[in-house]
């Protein structure tokens, strides 16, 4: 059963930064290319960023710069160094196996606000 855990989100200043993980277990992890989404509230889903099984890395042009994507096959862990955070980047952050797009994790909330 594929589970993807997200935390490390919360509370942060304009100008400041946040690094998020998803814990992951149920599937082959170190194949599996992976993504970071978000989604504010009213607004639908989209996606910030994206790592191959290669490490081929893809983002997001609103986050492009200030973002990045990394793995750690032996954690199992995908993680989002989030810097230089704008009001814009406010929502719940998840992750997703992208070989298993029906399933979601509980996603983790970033609040980017003065």
């Known amino acids: 059963q594929v589970q993807l855990v997200e935390s490390g989100g919360g509370l942060v200043q304009p100008g400041g930064s946040l690094k998020l993980s998803c814990e992951t277990s149920?599937?082959?992890?170190?194949?599996?290319?992976m993504a970071w989404y978000r989604q504010a509230p009213g607004k639908v889903r989209e996606l910030v960023a994206s790592i191959t099984d290669r490490l081929r890395t893809t983002y997001a042009d609103s986050v492009k710069g200030r973002f990045f994507i990394s793995r750690d096959n032996d954690r199992r862990t995908v993680y989002l160094q989030m810097n230089d955070l704008k009001p814009e980047d406010t929502a719940v952050y998840y992750c997703?196996?992208?070989?298993?797009?029906?399933?979601w994790g509980q996603g983790t909330q970033v609040t980017v606000s003065s």
């Open positions: 997703r196996a992208e070989t298993y797009v029906q399933v």
């Open positions: 149920g599937f082959r992890f170190v194949l599996e290319p």
